[in-house]
């Protein structure tokens, strides 16, 4: 293996068509349910929404029918893992216990994408689910109201999904073969739980703050499958977040009012399916203001400590990823 590769691969800028009605889906499905809630007077359940939201990134590039059907079932794990993470927040010792939730979630998340093939694949979006909802303080009330939140802005995600079909019909999924629980899942699945729990409880262990942001950065490269494809993605992550940081100090500063905030972050996840195709780290630089202005929305935080924390614990969460990948890499038999 040659380290240049994986360096180099970080930075091409790979064809990408047909990103404009991707963009326009995933915008107005988080788009306007944060606009309900900022109307009615309660953007404290943002994170709730926007999480139920992301069901709206699923599928890209399938056909209507296997669209729905995706993102209904992302829908509803997503659902389950806001509300795991809004109950554990209800605990005194939330944090250690986090871990375990997010672990668990990781584990439930990369047998769902590996055996039904989603894209984006991997337990990415469920981990940030559970680790961040759990990091804010709760009472056991508010889990009811994160369920109901996120399951309405995750249905009101399909229905903008399936717009689509009464114009051009459902269409039939494309042909593919078959996943079932065979080696390479197994190993997909311990990988996501070992990173998630060691990064975790590192990132915890010296108390930097919001340990979720190490355990989202861990389970990302494991979404690949070869060592090279992981590092690769290990690097983007690393700088994508540190280029977006730059971006949020920016936004953080000028002390946004909530609509404000809103339409930014819906311009910057319109921004965001437009360049994931291109290139990952690119996309990091628009999702890394968008996931702090989010943050910050739900639970106000100094702009400094906000920023340290994403920046250190996005590279302790990589350095682990990566780590996991190159200790449990396919080697040559003999």
């Known amino acids: 293996m040659s380290i240049p590769g994986p360096v180099q691969a970080a930075f091409v800028l790979q064809p990408q068509e047909g990103t404009r009605w991707v963009a326009l889906r995933a915008a107005a499905s988080t788009g306007v349910p944060l606009l309900l809630l900022w109307a009615t007077g309660h953007l404290e359940w943002s994170l709730f929404s926007t999480f139920g939201a992301f069901a709206s990134v699923y599928g890209r590039g399938e056909s209507h029918r296997a669209r729905f059907v995706m993102q209904v079932t992302v829908g509803m794990l997503l659902t389950v893992a806001v509300s795991l993470g ?29 055996l039904q093939q989603w894209h984006p694949p991997g337990p990415m979006f469920f981990v940030f689910a559970v680790a961040s909802t759990a990091s804010i303080p709760a009472q056991p009330g508010t889990a009811a109201t994160a369920a109901v939140v996120a399951s309405a802005a995750a249905a009101f995600a399909v229905l903008v999904g399936a717009v689509g079909a009464v114009r051009s019909g459902w269409g039939a999924p494309r042909p593919r073969p ?16 070992v990173a998630v729990a060691l990064a975790g409880t590192i990132a915890t262990s010296v108390g930097i703050g919001r340990p979720y942001w190490a355990m989202i950065a861990a389970v990302v490269p ?19 977040t540190t280029i977006g940081l730059l971006l949020a100090a920016v936004l953080l500063e000028l002390r946004l009012s909530g609509l404000v905030v809103i339409l930014i972050v819906t311009a910057l ?6 360049l994931v195709g291109r290139n990952y780290a690119l996309a990091l630089v628009t999702i890394t203001p968008l996931a702090l202005l989010m943050v910050h929305l739900a639970s106000p935080t100094p702009t400094g400590v906000l920023l340290w924390d994403r920046w250190i614990e996005t590279i302790i969460g990589v350095v682990v990823g990566a780590g996991v990948g190159y200790l449990t890499r396919a080697r040559p038999t003999r």
């Open 178 to 193: 078959a996943r079932t629980i065979d080696h390479a899942l197994r190993r997909h699945v311990a990988r996501s739980v």
């Open 222 to 240: 494991l979404a690949a499958r070869e060592l090279d494809a992981q590092l690769t993605r290990a690097l983007q992550r690393a700088a994508g």
């Open 269 to 274: 996840l319109a921004m965001t399916e437009a």
């Open 86 to 114: 809004t109950l554990v927040g209800c605990l005194d010792s939330r944090a250690w216990i986090a871990i375990v939730a997010s672990a668990a979630i990781a584990a439930v998340g990369a047998v769902l994408s590996d």
